[in-house]
């Protein structure tokens, strides 16, 4: 499995998920996924594995190396690179309520990792592809178990104007349940503060959570090149801030979740942060119309 | 004038500002800013002009160019390259009563532009410099203007913890006047948000205008490299959305107004968006205490 081959196999997806089809829901979808996940897995096979001082406490991590180039750490313990195909087809179906939520956030985290991975290696510098595979790839967990695909913009009629506007993936479940408002990020940092802004603008636009907002992130890892050690950037006082006084984000989910902001939900405002494979257990909550959780 | 002589004439200026002594208003940072500027001139004279194909009506612009190495676009009727030293003395001194606000936006864009440009032409791909020189430069002129310094980090009291958050830069004027909130980008794009969103979490924290929010943006260019043309990049319908629903910015200035956003003081919710040579006309509607502008 080489370069062109991933791209190619990159390329059919996002054909797929976003071409005249706009299927990012359907089994089709799932389907170019398995095949993208399956190919850089036989590539990340072929490279070097290097240690990394972890100086997040509780939590390993490694680099895919091929000479100097090296790729994002990855979390020992939810990293697997013997997934069954099984557990794959499983989960890219969302057919995961006998998997408990550990062993599908480990088994979506290693599915997202080995692209990005992958490019990290093949493509140096390159950010943008891995943050729009991991829309498509959360887009698509999310809109399988919603049983809706998604819209990427809204629309309000004001007084005098009507405004349009680009957003992350909006999901109309019906007039009778909530919307549901997912940005995704491989990472937050500084600019989380868009999340909870446009929650605002939703929330100011259509009504006080007439949207649920879910944001899905992968990790907050950042990796010192030179030493060879890796930290988690984490803003909590931030966070708290911004659910005190911009809007109210219902979940936040992590595949590597971090634990300065897990500890977020036992604390004022209680903002519910939890790892990703809790999302399929909790979906008639986020279903649910209305201000109550 | 050569790449460490301005190197070293921007390094004096941010110790100055930044530094033990953090007089971002005083007399003695506004002369390392004219310095670096003078450098920077001297710099630019050597470099060769290439016209634009503007695709903004009304606007012309060209770059520097060293070879193969081209600067950022510049506004040809805005930039002087015949700037007096009285002219230059006098903006960063803030002695500009007797002056059109056309003559010092004009004046003030000569002096950031040039800057900018040079560090464009010889440090390839950094854009960090170029927003810290901005900030330190429309820093200067707003707290010499209102005669205090600014500082970057907020704390409030909440009923479980003091929360302090980074901000920017922001000036306390005393009991009976308004405090401002001034955030200082070289362009807006998407990350615009941030702005209205930080102004929401200070109106939450402290009272609804008990900050007012002043933005100031050097452009919203952007050049097309292999085409040689320039376009403006607007959102004026999002910026609407933000100010209905996020928070109200009190004053945007630009040094290179941007038309589409210009119209905006004419339309419902009346975003004042306006060249920043009027901030010095105006400065005691932006210290008056309360909601009404």
């Known amino acids: 499995m080489n370069k062109t081959e991933i791209e190619r196999l990159y390329e059919a ?3 797929r998920a976003e071409g005249a089809a706009r299927d990012l829901k359907g089994q089709e979808t799932g389907d170019k996924l398995r095949n993208l996940y399956v190919g850089c897995r036989g590539f990340l096979q072929t490279l070097e594995i290097r240690e990394l001082t972890s100086l997040i406490p509780r939590k390993s991590y490694f680099v895919f190396a091929d000479g100097d180039r090296t790729s994002r750490p990855v979390n020992a313990s939810l990293y697997s690179d013997s997934l069954s195909s099984e557990t794959v087809q499983a989960v890219l179906n969302c057919a995961v309520s006998a998997m408990a939520p550990s062993t599908i956030t ?7 990792m080995s692209y990005c991975c992958a490019n990290d290696i093949l493509k140096r510098g390159d950010q ?3 943050g729009t595979f991991f ?6 967990l999310v809109s399988s178990a919603l049983g809706v695909n998604p819209t990427t913009q809204i629309t309000a009629p004001t007084l005098d104007l009507n405004i349009t506007l680009p957003t992350d993936f909006v999901f109309d479940l019906g007039a009778d349940k909530s919307r549901v408002h997912l940005p995704i990020k491989t990472s937050t940092r500084e600019r989380v503060v868009q999340v909870w802004a446009h929650q605002r603008v939703l929330d100011g636009m259509h009504g006080v959570a007439r949207f649920k907002g879910v944001l899905v992130v992968m990790a907050e890892t950042n990796k010192q090149e030179k030493a060879e050690t890796v930290t ?13 006084y911009i809007a109210q984000m219902f979940r936040v989910y992590y595949l590597d979740l971090p634990e300065p902001y897990s500890r977020l939900k036992d604390r004022y405002p209680f903002i519910q942060v939890k790892q990703f494979g809790d999302f399929f257990f909790e979906i008639d909550k986020i279903e649910r119309s209305g201000l109550v959780g």
């Open 232 to 244: 988690e950037v984490c803003l909590p006082n931030q966070w708290t801030a911004y659910q005190m």
């Open 128 to 130: 943008k592809t891995p």
């Open 13 to 15: 997806l996002k054909k």
């Open 135 to 140: 829309e498509l790839l959360i887009g698509h």
């Open 106 to 112: 480990a088994a979506i985290y290693t599915i997202a």
